[in-house]
């Protein structure tokens, strides 16, 4: 029996108005190497004004930050992925404060956090990785952008017995249902929302989607992963937040072009982008 074709819908008919943001995507991979031009106009082009680029590491940072030197659209995170958590070593530390301190475009640190989904690196590793990088963000008084993978309780009480319950934290990938909502929540926190919340198997997380403040949601694609209904197994890529939009809208009964220039406001205020301008 043969698997149901799956229409792939163009994410410009779906296009929304100006003032969409992308919160978290990988444009410096390799992935996007030969049309990263065409993938900018798309997301130009379905609404959004501006993409953050996730770069992982300092020696990345410095190699590709230049791939966007023509787009001002895009503003920069910077951090240690917890798989590679070895990597953050006090040299390592000492060249994200610098990076930090000299680009203006770097609006936060992360993703940073604990995963303990891949044995890449040994948890008692990527907790000084994560710590380490909780107090560089707070010595430069920058946001923090969380991955949290299979650790959550792990991360919540790492975070919570340092004392970050109301600091401008954003909880990256946002997959879970209403229980952990309702504790990022409480945490006055901000929670980024990925394709995934198309899929029909993810009924808890729509449940989640409206206890979310509307002043504390936003997008993201994780792009070139987690893409969206009805592209899921493709590379995913900023344009295709449009279904996303679309997804958390009905979940929260909400207008998705209403829904969508919020989130944009939410990330430029969370990220400070408006420094950039």
């Known amino acids: 029996m043969s698997k149901k074709s799956v229409t792939r819908v163009d994410p410009l008919t779906l296009a929304l108005p100006p003032g969409g943001v992308d919160s978290h995507a990988h444009l410096d991979g390799e992935e996007f190497d030969q049309d990263r031009e065409a993938v900018l106009e798309r997301a130009r082009a379905v609404g959004l004004s501006q993409v953050g680029n996730i770069f992982q590491g300092p020696e990345t940072f410095a190699a590709r930050r230049g791939l966007f030197d023509a787009h001002p659209e895009v503003f920069f995170v910077l951090g240690v992925h917890p798989c590679e958590g070895q990597n953050c070593t006090p040299a390592c530390l000492a060249a994200m404060r610098a990076a930090f301190a000299a680009e203006p475009r770097l609006r936060a640190v992360g993703e940073i956090g604990l995963d303990f ?161």
């Open 117 to 277: 989904h891949w044995q890449d690196c040994p948890r008692e590793i990527q907790f000084q990785a994560f710590a380490d990088q909780l107090d560089l963000a707070r010595a430069c008084a920058l946001p923090v952008v969380i991955h949290c993978r299979d650790a959550e309780e792990e991360a919540l009480a790492l975070l919570e017995a340092r004392g970050f319950a109301g600091y401008p934290l954003l909880w990256h990938c946002f997959g879970k249902g209403p229980d952990l909502a309702r504790r990022l929540v409480r945490n006055g926190w901000h929670i980024s929302v990925p394709g995934p919340v198309t899929y029909k198997a993810n009924e808890a997380l729509r449940q989640a989607v409206p206890l979310i403040p509307a002043d504390r949601l936003l997008l993201e694609t994780d792009a070139p992963y987690l893409s969206p209904h009805p592209w899921r197994g493709q590379r995913n890529e900023p344009a295709f937040t449009v279904f996303t939009a679309q997804a958390l809208a009905a979940a929260r009964g909400e207008d998705p072009a209403l829904l969508w220039q919020r989130c944009g406001q939410n990330a430029r205020r969370f990220f400070g982008l408006e420094a950039l301008a």
